[in-house]
């Protein structure tokens, strides 16, 4: 059984985070030991939310109490999603080296959150975005950005697809295993479709599926795909099937959100194609 740490938010109410990568792996066979960078009451787009964020040297207090029971050995994977101080960010390094030391074939995945809509661009402050586009960038085996954050780990205004290949190729000059782009928006080939890229250093590979009008666009969607990818990643599956296997259960989960007319994912509802998909949106080879 493969074992992931998996580092970011968790809300008690509806789905992102930890509360939707957990069990999205889990239903993968993945073993996961889930550190909430911060614990909240729902996602900031509802009113009146509320939480608490982690405080600086708590994960690093986590990490070695685990390190003294032994729990590192084990672990094969390490995610990073939203955080919420940029001490924070340190602390996942830290533990990133210090996992990678007992497991030297152990990946680091980082979704390196900084925000959802590239029209508004982020509003963190500039210490976490630093420590994606600085820090995490550079040790990172696999980013899954969405199209804001590429923007602004490469330091390219994106309009179009061609700018999304631009801002590929830029990033692709870390030793980085594959960058997945999990939501190409108005840069995308066409705005009929929801469309993805994976790009490794030797190939590239363009995904599209259905776009599904919600009057509240879902959330938790990046979330679900990283973690599955991952989790795939881990049990032996080539990069580019990992890439089709999480895109298409993410697309079951919002086929189904969708005929509920919910708001919130619906992962339970969803949950037997979340584990086994079926595969019928395939990626397409690309050339950068």
């Known amino acids: 059984m493969k074992t992931v740490l998996s580092i970011q938010s968790n809300v008690v109410y509806g ?34 939310y509320d939480g608490i964020v982690l405080g600086a040297k708590q994960i ?24 919420g101080l940029a001490e924070q960010g ?21 979704d390196p ?23 995490a960038v550079k040790q990172a085996d696999y980013i899954t950005p969405n199209l804001l954050e590429l923007q602004i780990l490469s330091d390219i205004e994106i309009k179009t697809f061609n700018d999304v290949l631009n801002a590929i190729k830029t990033l692709q000059k870390q030793s980085i295993k594959a960058i997945l782009v999990k939501n190409l928006v108005h840069a995308g080939k066409t705005t009929d479709l929801f469309e993805m890229v994976l790009a490794t250093p030797t190939q590239n590979y363009h995904l599209a599926r259905p776009l599904y009008d ?19 990643l881990i049990n032996g599956q080539s990069q580019l099937m990992a890439f089709e296997l999480a895109a298409n259960a993410a697309n079951h989960v919002l086929e189904i959100t969708k005929q509920k007319e919910a708001r919130e994912l619906a992962i339970i509802d969803a949950q037997a194609w979340i584990k086994k998909p079926d595969l019928r949106y395939r990626g397409m080879e690309l050339m950068l």
């Open 15 to 48: 789905y992102a985070g930890n509360k939707v990568s957990t069990l999205a792996m889990q239903l993968q066979g993945v073993e996961v030991m889930p550190i909430h960078t911060v614990q909240l009451s729902s996602n900031t787009v509802y009113p009146h």
């Open 60 to 83: 690093t207090r986590i990490v070695n109490s685990l390190e003294k029971i032994g729990g590192l050995k084990s672990i094969d994977a390490i995610i990073s999603g939203y955080i």
């Open 90 to 110: 340190e602390e996942i390094l830290e533990a990133v080296n210090k996992i990678k030391y007992y497991n030297p074939n152990a990946i680091y995945v980082c």
């Open 113 to 135: 959150v900084m925000g959802g809509d590239i029209n508004k661009g982020s509003s963190l402050p500039q210490g976490i975005i630093d420590f994606f586009t600085k820090q």
């Open 214 to 232: 919600f009057p509240h666009r879902p959330l938790g969607v990046g979330d679900l795909i990283c973690s599955l990818f991952t989790a795939h």
